[in-house]
């Protein structure tokens, strides 16, 4: 079995108290089993305190978060108790793991950064290099894919060629990947849009401003950013999403949100830039299975 990750990914560090959107605000967090039974084993001052911050829920641990949304445990400085007290090693697996993503196949585990991270959209946006997949784990098992990965593994790279094609420009490519996959994004203008992402369930007041922003638009755009950026965005969410359509067999809707996402995100970015975009895009519409849904029922 093999682990793979995207060419950038070896480069990701978490920027802790450096970071204007902490991770440990405003969501919810679920500690797993293995992680509450060794909080609960802690003794002294910090023990008690990781009982009294911590609750149970229908059969699920997590942290209470204060008035404010904050996780109890991340201090004044940005920085996590945890960590300080009782070591990196100490952390639940979702505090560890986030922000990366998993794909899983026969044969091979593909693990993304998810762009929610403003660490991770820096990175990701501003890699000079083709997006390109590596192995970074091997055990040397060889696993025969299924057919449907098979023909996958074809889709996927034909459709990053044709989203790294530079004999063309972006929209061009967008166009050309949406053909492919007999995909089109619906008729819609910028206000009805903005209408429709106002529907969904909406996690920062922000984003009901990028909202209004893009209500008022005439069209959605693809060159608000250079095209480096825009292809590694595309990249991304062909990366992220289309391996989900080995589930349903429904590659078109994958493809058709890789695009909607790109366009909005790019029109988004005229306002606050295509990290910002990207990573309040992310968050409020990769981090909830109901939004993606709801969107995936337009194609």
């Given at each position: 079995m093999k682990i793979v990750a995207p060419n950038y990914y070896k480069e990701f560090?978490?920027?802790?108290?450096?970071?204007?959107?902490?991770?440990?605000?405003?969501?919810?967090?679920?500690?797993?089993?293995?992680t509450y039974r060794y909080y609960?084993?802690?003794?002294?001052?910090?023990?008690?305190?990781?009982?009294?911050?911590?609750?149970?829920?229908?059969?699920?641990?997590?942290?209470?978060?204060?008035?404010?949304?904050?996780?109890?445990?991340?201090?004044?400085?940005?920085?996590?108790?945890?960590?300080?007290?009782?070591?990196?090693?100490?952390?639940?697996?979702?505090?560890?793991?986030?922000?990366?993503?998993?794909?899983?196949?026969?044969?091979?585990?593909?693990?993304?950064?998810?762009?929610?991270?403003?660490?991770?959209?820096?990175?990701?946006?501003?890699?000079?290099?083709?997006?390109?997949?590596?192995?970074?784990?091997?055990?040397?098992?060889?696993?025969?894919l299924y057919e449907d990965e098979i023909t996958f593994a074809k889709d996927f790279e034909n459709a990053i060629s044709v989203a790294q094609d530079k004999?063309?420009?972006?929209?061009?490519?967008?166009?050309?990947?949406?053909?492919?996959?007999?995909?089109?994004?619906?008729?819609?203008?910028?206000?009805?849009?903005?209408?429709?992402y106002s529907s969904l369930e909406r996690l920062d007041s922000e984003w009901d401003k990028c909202l209004v922003y893009l209500g008022s638009c005439q069209q959605l755009v693809t060159d608000s950013v250079d095209e480096q950026t825009a292809e590694n965005l595309l990249c991304y969410f062909l990366f992220r999403h289309m391996a989900s359509a080995l589930d349903d067999g429904d590659v078109a809707s994958k493809v058709g949100f890789a695009v909607l996402s790109c366009k909005v995100i790019l029109t988004l970015a005229q306002l606050i830039g295509v990290e910002e975009a990207a990573r309040m895009y992310s968050s409020e519409i990769e981090y909830s299975d109901e939004n993606i849904g709801e969107i995936l029922k337009l194609f």
């Open positions: 560090s978490c920027i802790a108290s450096a970071c204007r959107h902490s991770c440990c605000i405003g969501w919810e967090i679920d500690i797993d089993s293995d609960g084993s802690i003794d002294g001052d910090f023990g008690k305190r990781l009982k009294e911050c911590t609750a149970v829920d229908d059969g699920q641990p997590h942290f209470v978060l204060d008035k404010n949304e904050r996780c109890p445990f991340l201090n004044s400085n940005g920085l996590c108790d945890i960590i300080t007290e009782c070591g990196e090693e100490s952390l639940c697996d979702i505090c560890a793991d986030h922000p990366r993503f998993r794909n899983f196949f026969s044969d091979r585990t593909e693990i993304g950064l998810g762009l929610c991270c403003e660490a991770a959209a820096k990175l990701i946006l501003g890699f000079d290099r083709p997006f390109r997949l590596e192995v970074i784990e091997d055990d040397g098992e060889q696993v025969e004999s063309k420009c972006f929209s061009d490519r967008c166009e050309k990947i949406l053909k492919m996959f007999s995909a089109s994004l619906p008729d819609y203008s910028p206000l009805e849009w903005a209408d429709f």
